[in-house]
């Protein structure tokens, strides 16, 4: 009986080894699609690890950053990470406006809804929607001579996310702001902008 027993249990620990190596292949091959990204996406724009937390586990993940050049308003960069399974996007944009701070705050906000949270911290100014943020940062562009900048410029990123996502509330919020302000410093620094000041390496927490 004991030696029965014993090749039970054999049994019994090499089927379990069998369906833990199996669960871990089925992780790896259809849940780590983001994980296989380059660690910076988007031409090294945006931290990997941001979209690997909002989006659902996928076979297969894309990225992608687009860039526009141009002085002022036609300056462009873009980044988005696509889930092709899910077709659940995490994407920004990084733009140049002749708008002062205030002017952009009063334009945010006439859309505003009662998930709103607001930061302003050392000259960044972020607004954080449920999935989407809106951040700003003086940036008068390259080639504006100070006469001809008489009005105020901003370097602005919108940042949102388009079907579903591995997290919800406060924590996706936090990721959304994350992602668009890795894309405001990649974008300001690009950008060229005059002020040339440095920004903070993160943004105060919402929570």
Request: charged share 25%; glycine share 8%; with cysteine.
């Amino acid at each position: 009986m004991r030696v029965i027993e014993k090749k039970m249990t054999k049994q019994a620990l090499a089927g379990l080894a069998v369906v833990a190596v199996g669960a871990f292949g089925y992780v790896q091959i259809f849940t780590k699609g983001v994980d296989r990204l380059p660690e910076r996406v988007c031409s090294g724009a945006v931290d990997r690890n941001i979209a690997a937390i909002v989006l659902p586990g996928t076979m297969t993940a894309h990225e992608r950053g687009r860039r526009v050049d141009g002085i002022g308003e036609n300056f462009l960069f873009s980044c988005n990470v696509k889930t092709r399974s899910q077709d659940s996007i995490l994407s920004g944009d990084g733009t140049i406006h002749d708008v002062s701070a205030d002017e952009w705050r009063e334009e945010v906000e006439a859309d505003a809804d009662a998930s709103k949270l607001e930061v302003d911290f050392q000259g960044v100014r972020a607004v954080s929607y449920a999935s989407q943020a809106l951040i700003y940062v003086p940036c008068t562009p390259t080639g504006k001579k100070p006469e001809e900048a008489g009005q105020d410029y901003g370097s602005i990123v919108e940042s949102r996310t388009i079907g579903d996502t591995a997290v919800t509330g406060d924590e996706l919020r936090q990721e959304v702001t994350d992602f668009a302000y890795e894309l405001l410093k990649y974008n300001y620094r690009i950008q060229g902008c005059q002020e040339a000041r440095t920004l903070p390496s993160r943004l105060p927490r919402f929570a």
